[in-house]
């Protein structure tokens, strides 16, 4: 693997035209899975300056639904890609139709209970009865080469896979966060171009983020290094600092970039 660019060494100017920070959410705004002070402010300030946050998570929609709405930022994006909940209106947009959801989820319930005949440590995550467009179930005690296999499977069965550093996904192919972050922006946010706009996440669930096709400033917090490896697509970009203090690395240095442009 080629050494990524560490943010630090970038000219700042290359930042101060940054209008739109879209976000994964764990590992990524997090530190040790929570929400610091700091990362609250580093909202806080984005959100003075103009700048819009899009969070764009794996997480389920009936956690979303909640996050959207209490948090400093313009909307989420759940489930890779499979909702969004604009900040203003509780009312998600739904980025992957699903015609019958109670077939839909029979239809995910039915694929995992297969995966579980071959792999029987894995678990169902506790926040399935929240979720519409996938289904989850934990990352922890898996190997490289078993979510390879899991993933493979998967894509037998006719669905998608994912992981992140939590969770495992099976989810509707063709679902994930840069299809359903491009019709965001698309249908709310067509003001901006796409060197307005900023991606990070931290693992193998962001990648498809950090396509340069799509996305050609993209920033990895410190962490994502110990998934490079596994990553088809690498961030343009990586902070020193790992987890929520690598967010706000990147907070600082987009306001301090646009602080310069205008001074």
Not at 87 to 101: G, H, Q
Not at 220 to 243: D, M, R
Request: hydrophobic residues 35%; aromatic residues 10%.
């Amino acid at each position: 693997m080629n050494r990524h660019q560490q943010l630090s060494e970038v000219a700042s100017t290359y930042f101060s035209n940054i209008r739109l920070v879209a976000t994964d959410m764990d590992g990524t705004l997090t530190s040790g899975g929570k929400f610091t002070q700091a990362l609250l402010q580093a909202l806080e300030d984005l959100a003075a300056d103009g700048i819009q946050v899009l969070i764009v998570t794996g997480r389920s929609a009936g956690w979303v639904s909640g996050l959207s709405s209490l948090m400093p930022v313009a909307g989420a994006v759940a489930e890779n890609g499979g909702l969004f909940y604009p900040s203003a209106n509780l009312k998600p947009l739904a980025l992957t139709p699903i015609p019958d959801l109670a077939h839909h989820r029979h239809h995910l319930a039915t694929t995992f209970k297969q995966l579980q005949s071959k792999f029987p440590q894995i678990q169902e995550s506790a926040d399935n009865r929240f979720r519409i467009t996938d289904w989850t179930f934990d990352v922890d005690s898996l190997t490289p080469n078993e979510l390879k296999t899991l993933g493979n499977l998967c894509q037998q069965m006719g669905w998608g896979f994912t992981y992140s550093n939590v969770q495992c996904h099976i989810k509707p192919q063709g679902q994930d966060k840069a299809v359903g972050l491009l019709q965001v922006l698309r249908e709310y946010f067509p003001e901006y171009s796409s060197s307005q706009v900023v991606t990070v996440g931290d693992s193998p669930n962001d990648e498809s983020l950090f396509d340069r096709r799509y996305f050609p400033i993209s920033v990895g917090v410190a962490n994502v290094v110990e998934y490079a490896n596994q990553l088809q697509h690498q961030p343009a970009y990586v902070t020193t600092a790992a987890e929520g203090e690598g967010f706000c690395e990147l907070s600082s240095y987009i306001l301090q970039s646009r602080s310069k442009q205008s001074s």
